[in-house]
């Protein structure tokens, strides 16, 4: 499921609206995305999301350079963070503090950051009577210590550091607006108001609208499966169809010898703690139909013969062992910095290492 879900409203094509995952994948050094350039140079950047990815980007942004320096984070992204002008993130949750995607450890954290101030506005952070009924009935020491974690920075008193992370709850951007360079300057925010369906709480927009200043908007907002060429997809759910993990065919019997798991199968939801039941699930079936015998049968099923197959079409496959190498010496390269790592960022980078 690696491409992000749209928002769906005007704008969101302008100059400076940007994915969320990709500004990961930058600062990361996934080579495919090193060539990237994000406008630093600005002063306010929203973040519409409130789920871990979107808690990621706010700490970036938020970070000081003496903390990413002594991070992995990739050299020409320390770069041009080091020089960045950004002085608020904005983090946008459609729904309540109790219904945030955000981890508990993962937001507690950024109300330790070294260089930034948090904020939130406690009518924002107060229960509804319906998310109060809902945590009532969780009974979850979990969800009400992130509830305790969120509403605790309403009390914590700005100390002058250089930015400053806001947090709001139940808004919703309907709109960005762009400048005549089609750049964003701004977006509209709906308030929201939650309702019960389905036994969910859902967001709904009330008439309450208002206009925030952002140069710089992430959209985070989930994501969506990518088709793989000779599978069948359902582009509306974003997943290979399937039942049980076994993938089926448009008349919904199982195609052999195919399986999938996690995001692809169920769609974008869930963690490491939900996929693993997942995966169990579909393993289950693969090893149902190996001891019926309903699996594909290879020329050659040896791992001689799968080493061939995968070289033949791909004569530059980098191997385990080959991996390992790579790792040591990304971390050769970083220890006289004190650096957990510098990373190779291009294939070409890796592959001529490789061939020293």
Not at 108 to 123: S, T
Not at 147 to 173: C, H, N, W, Y
């Amino acid at each position: 499921a690696q491409t992000d879900r749209r928002m769906g409203i005007p704008g969101e094509d302008l100059e400076r609206s940007r994915t969320a995952t990709e500004f990961v994948a930058w600062y990361n050094g996934h080579p495919e995305y090193r060539d990237h350039r994000f406008d630093l140079s600005v002063e306010r950047v929203a973040v519409v999301g409130i789920g871990n990815v979107a808690v990621d980007v706010a700490r970036i942004l938020c970070r000081t350079t003496e903390e990413l320096a002594a991070t992995d984070i990739a050299d020409y992204a320390l770069e041009a963070l080091s020089t960045s002008r950004v002085k608020e993130v904005v983090m946008l949750g459609r729904r309540g503090p109790a219904q945030a995607a955000f981890t508990n450890q993962e937001v507690k954290e950024l109300g330790m950051l070294p260089g930034a101030d948090i904020a939130v506005r406690p009518e924002e952070t107060q229960l509804d009577v319906l998310s109060a009924a809902e945590v009532e009935r969780a009974d979850d020491r979990t969800l009400r210590k992130k509830i305790e974690i969120v509403q605790a920075f309403g009390d914590m008193p700005a100390s002058g550091k250089a930015r400053k992370l806001t947090i709001r709850f139940l808004v919703s951007p309907v709109e960005l607006f762009g400048n005549g360079a089609g750049k964003v300057v701004g977006m509209r925010l709906v308030r929201n108001a939650l309702y019960e369906t389905d036994g969910r709480l859902r967001p709904k927009a009330t008439d309450e609208f208002e206009d925030l200043d952002a140069q710089l908007v992430f959209r985070s907002v989930g994501y969506h499966g990518v088709a793989l060429p000779d599978l069948p997809f359902d582009e509306k759910r974003g997943i290979v169809p399937n039942d049980g993990g076994r993938v089926t065919g448009s008349d919904g019997e199982a195609l052999p010898g195919l399986y999938v798991a996690d995001w692809i199968k169920r769609g974008p939801t869930g963690v490491i703690g939900t996929n693993k039941p997942d995966a169990a699930e579909t393993v289950s079936r693969m090893r149902q139909d190996a001891e019926q015998g309903h699996v594909l049968r290879a020329g050659d099923p040896s791992m001689a013969g799968l080493d061939a197959l995968v070289r033949r079409r791909q004569p530059a496959a980098v191997s385990y062992a080959d991996w390992l190498r790579l790792d040591e010496m990304e971390k050769a390269r970083g220890k006289p910095a004190g650096r957990p790592r510098v990373k190779f960022t291009s294939v070409e980078e890796m592959l001529a290492a490789l061939n020293e």
